[in-house]
């Protein structure tokens, strides 16, 4: 399997299985871990080996492939004006849709603790890409 794609405007991205790969573990990561270390405001089922974990990063990888574009794109003014705070509240907006569909397993309590997840899972976006995704690519391009 190829892991470095070229696209016809000659960027270079990953195989979309690879980075869909990456991202779900990382995100699973992500979730575990602050559920661990705030585990009066923050509940993942840890039946099956945080299993729910893992199923709440995927339907939040979906949804930031799919509803995120679209709200970024009606929410523009709002961000521009508050300097890209907003942003941050379409994270939370995602991740209470998460919780909404796994209700009884993944649970946040309050607006706060919502709001630390989502800029825990941007700080993790940025990190992924520049030390993750950036260096596999250079390495692709490389051979």
Known sequence: MKIIIETKNNKTRLNKFIDWLIYMACYAIVLIAVSLIFRKTIYIDPEY?????????????????????????????????????????????????????????????????????????SIMNTLMETLVIEPLIRKGKNR
């Open 49 to 121: 080996g945080y299993l729910w974990g893992f199923l709440a990063a995927v339907i939040i990888y979906v949804l930031n492939k799919t509803i995120k574009p679209v709200l970024v794109w009606l929410t523009l003014p709002i961000t521009g004006l508050t300097l890209g705070i907003f942003y941050f509240f379409i994270n939370v907006f995602i991740l209470n849709i998460t919780e909404f569909i796994l209700q009884p397993h993944f649970a946040i309590h309050g607006i706060f603790m919502s709001f630390i997840v989502a800029i825990c899972i």
